[in-house]
Nanobody, 122 residues
């Protein structure tokens, strides 16, 4: 499994960004994590291939939306109404067996992409 994250950048507070994760290989759960300097890696969102069910951390509910395009082997994270506290390096992660439904744990994901930096100016 290979994952390639992209789409990070600099945006003003209140703005939007869409992160993309290109995938290859068989995967079931695909999640997005983020890590800000000095903080632990935090699970943000996840989608399951089998039924397209999704999970969102409370901190992003109503602002972020995860989706996938199976034909293109892509997973997206649409981030709206960004806040300075959303600034972090964002990672996509995947696992062939995991069904994600609550509290994402980094240790449950076996494959990771490189991070993409999101900066939010206030």
């Amino acid at each position: 499994v290979q994952l390639q994250a992209s789409g990070g950048g600099l945006v003003q507070a209140g703005g939007s960004l869409r992160l993309s994760c290109a995938t290859s290989g068989f995967i079931h759960a695909i999640g997005w994590f983020r890590q800000a300097p000095g903080k632990e890696r935090e699970g943000v969102s996840c989608i399951n291939r089998s039924d397209d069910s999704t999970y969102y951390a409370d901190s992003v509910k109503g602002r972020f939306s995860i989706s996938r395009d199976s034909a293109k082997n892509m997973v997206y994270l649409q981030m709206n109404n960004l806040k300075p506290e959303d600034a972090a390096v964002y990672y996509c992660a995947a696992d062939p067996d995991l069904y994600c439904e609550d509290h994402l744990s980094a240790g449950d994901f076996t494959s990771w992409g490189q991070g993409t930096l999101v900066t939010v100016s206030s």
